[in-house]
């Protein structure tokens, strides 16, 4: 009998990051899903990044992960949001083809030594006498591992809505999971619904686009990856546009007029949606006082023959659909080549994961996406990186991998996850972190990159240039620190020109480089003597230097912190025999088992006074080596 290291349920965004980083640590890795031509398909928006989700395909690259290469190698646009706020927020968002996205990865797949592939679906899964997990198909194939890591998306008891019509699926075209939802539960697993939904697909050619603001990308193509490698080269792939619209009071008036026939409103759905990206039908009611919300018309493929309505996620009827979409400018003529549709499915509080996501009552059950209470590719890749990992370590018999959310937004994302009672789908949000100007998008190899490499998912070629920008850095910031201006000098008259800037005294460029309207480019075109680098560079040693006070300011709380977050709690605490901790604090702690006094002071509903009765329980039990309160 072949007992593999590890088994990936699920070849989307997760199961693809999860398997591919199980295979690179030397786990024999093997990923089931439900068909090879739909590995990391992108079934609703045909991105990758964005706020926040930007950060994470950046630190998901400096991990040794693939989604930054493949974004890379399938752009169709790359734009920098948010350039005119400070760094922290500042994020890539890439406009994929579909197609070329998942075959890309499809190849990468294949082409992964220690990794195979199936088709097929998981009826179930238990733990077996000799230490392994048993996965059985609905063939009724049985399969053993060491370790399981689960990333079903959708697609567990999937139901798919558009207006009165309801089909279990766990999306358009593709059978639902009903019986892995019920293995589950026998093995202690809470479950609950959520819902997430798709907008209406429409013809390139009966569009429009000259009643619309058309939105280019950047000229200067910026990269996720970086790896230098042929898969992260410059996509091969035309520069498209996007496109801008806006829905009209007509719209809403359609929308309010058939509300009563969405299954969101009419009681056909019992999932809860996403807050962060409501339907078209949700907007309309909760922004009553809007006479209208953009709408963005984006290419879902190179062909340029499928444009995706993002801001027009509905459930509504097929000819409501049609009726709301001729409102809007640009489309009036348009056809609908497919359909917007609701799905609701199962997923998990993710509470019953411990920080490497593996599920507290049955170890070496790793679970990963969707599953989890997660909307979104990135945030999905992030944690599927993460349990790949460690099924690998355990199933290897290695240390966990825990990332904090002091280092980087996919630790923020496994620890809101694990630590908070969330029950609606989880959107990463910069706002999110309270160290979100350490965790910048720039600075992401600088900070993850060592731990990639310490685990073995960052190759030398890779290790050295990482090195090298590095290196870069330094001298860029020792030149700084030396090269001087002379108030007389052309070099202060060019400044002056254009900056304003009048220089009084010798300075030297760190100094300038300080002052809001000194850029560094600035300095660069006049210093000669500069060292060679690159715009990557550039960028952060300025970003280094303009936010060196608040930088520090965030080092100093994240170094106070530091302390309650390596105070580590006893497994299996009985909260309920401390005398004095609230009967909330009591309750949440003992069922979600908080791995040190930091993250159980970020659960929902254990305050101060809760906190300070743990530090002293843990002095006390520490003095008398026997745990306070104990009979």
């Known amino acids: 009998m072949k007992i593999w290291d590890v088994i990936v349920i699920g070849?989307?965004?997760?199961?693809?990051e999860a398997a591919l980083a199980s295979a690179r640590l030397g786990a024999d890795t093997l990923m089931v899903t439900l068909s090879l031509d739909g590995i990391a398909t992108m079934p609703c928006n045909p991105a990758i990044g964005g706020p926040a989700k930007g950060h994470l395909v950046r630190e998901i690259d400096a991990l040794g992960g693939e989604m930054g290469k493949a974004a890379d190698a399938t752009a169709l646009?790359?734009?920098?949001?948010?350039?005119?706020?400070?760094?922290a927020v500042q994020a890539l968002r890439a406009q994929s083809d579909k197609a070329q996205y998942s075959r890309y990865m499809t190849t990468v797949c294949h082409a992964q030594d220690g990794l195979s592939l199936k088709e097929g679906m998981i009826d179930s899964i238990c733990p077996t006498v000799n230490d392994t997990l048993q996965v059985t198909t609905s063939s009724g194939e049985v399969i053993h591992a060491r370790a399981v890591?689960?990333?079903?998306?959708?697609?567990?008891?999937?139901?798919?809505?558009?207006?009165?019509?309801?089909?279990?699926?766990?999306?358009?075209?593709?059978?639902?999971?009903?019986?892995f939802s019920d293995s589950l539960r026998l093995l202690g697993f809470e479950l609950h619904r959520l819902k997430t939904g798709t907008p209406p697909r429409l013809a390139a050619d009966s569009i429009d686009f000259s009643r619309m603001e058309e939105e280019k990308g950047d000229a200067d193509v910026p990269h996720f990856s970086l790896d230098e490698g042929p898969h992260s080269s410059d996509s091969h792939l035309p520069r498209l546009s996007c496109w801008l619209t806006h829905t009209t009071r007509e719209t809403h008036d359609v929308i309010l007029a058939n509300l009563h026939r969405s299954p969101i409103y009419s009681g056909n759905i019992?999932?809860?949606?996403?807050?962060?990206?409501?339907?078209?039908?949700d907007k309309v009611m909760r922004f009553a006082d809007k006479e209208s919300h953009p709408v963005f018309v984006e290419p879902e493929t190179a062909k340029q023959d499928i444009m995706y309505l993002q801001g027009c996620s509905t459930s509504l009827p097929e000819d409501v659909q049609e009726a709301f979409v001729k409102t809007?400018?640009?489309?009036?003529?348009?056809k609908i080549l497919r359909y917007g549709y609701a799905v609701e499915y199962d997923c998990i509080p993710a509470t019953q994961l411990d920080a490497a996501l593996m599920y507290k009552k049955v170890p070496g059950i790793f679970t990963a996406g969707q599953i989890n209470g997660t909307s979104g590719y990135e945030e999905a890749a992030a944690q599927g990186l993460v349990a790949g990992v460690n099924a690998a370590h355990w199933a290897t018999k290695r240390p966990p991998f825990i990332l904090s959310r002091t280092s980087c937004y996919i630790g923020t994302l496994i620890d809101d996850l694990v630590t908070k009672d969330i029950r609606d789908p989880y959107r990463m949000l910069t706002s999110r972190s309270e160290h979100r100007l350490m965790l910048r998008q720039d600075n992401a190899d600088q900070r993850l990159t060592p731990m990639g490499r310490a685990l073995g998912l960052i190759s030398d070629e890779r290790w050295q240039r990482f090195e090298d920008k590095r290196a870069a850095i330094r001298k860029g910031m020792d030149w700084l620190s030396k090269a001087k201006i002379q108030p007389e000098s052309p070099s202060a008259s060019y400044l002056l020109e254009t900056t304003g800037e009048r220089l009084e005294k010798n300075i030297s460029c760190l100094?300038?480089?300080?002052?809001?309207?000194?850029?560094?480019?600035?300095?660069l075109k006049v210093m000669t003597e500069a060292p060679p680098m690159s715009l990557a560079v550039a960028k952060q040693i300025e970003i280094e230097v303009k936010y060196e006070g608040y930088i520090k300011r965030q080092q100093q709380a994240i170094e106070r912190q530091k302390s309650l977050e390596d105070r580590e709690l006893p497994k299996d605490l009985e909260y309920g025999l401390i005398k004095?901790?609230?009967?909330?604090?009591?309750?949440?702690?003992?069922?979600?088992?908080?791995?040190?006094?930091?993250?159980?002071?970020?659960?929902?509903?254990?305050?101060?006074?809760?906190?300070?009765?743990?530090?002293?329980?843990?002095?006390?039990?520490h003095r008398t080596d026997t745990p306070v309160g104990t009979p």
């Open 11 to 16: 070849g989307g965004h997760a199961g693809v």
């Open 511 to 523: 100094e300038l480089l300080r002052r809001p309207p000194v850029k560094i480019e600035h300095l």
């Open 328 to 334: 809007i400018p640009g489309l009036e003529n348009a």
């Open 270 to 281: 019992e999932g809860i949606g996403p807050r962060y990206c409501p339907s078209l039908e």
């Open 77 to 87: 646009q790359v734009r920098t949001l948010n350039e005119s706020k400070g760094p």
């Open 149 to 179: 890591v689960i990333t079903t998306g959708t697609f567990l008891r999937g139901v798919c809505h558009t207006g009165e019509q309801r089909l279990n699926a766990g999306r358009a075209g593709e059978p639902s999971a009903e019986r």
């Open 580 to 621: 004095g901790l609230s009967r909330e604090a009591q309750d949440k702690l003992g069922r979600i088992q908080p791995r040190t006094i930091g993250q159980a002071s970020r659960v929902g509903g254990v305050t101060p006074a809760d906190i300070s009765l743990l530090l002293v329980y843990l002095a006390l039990s």
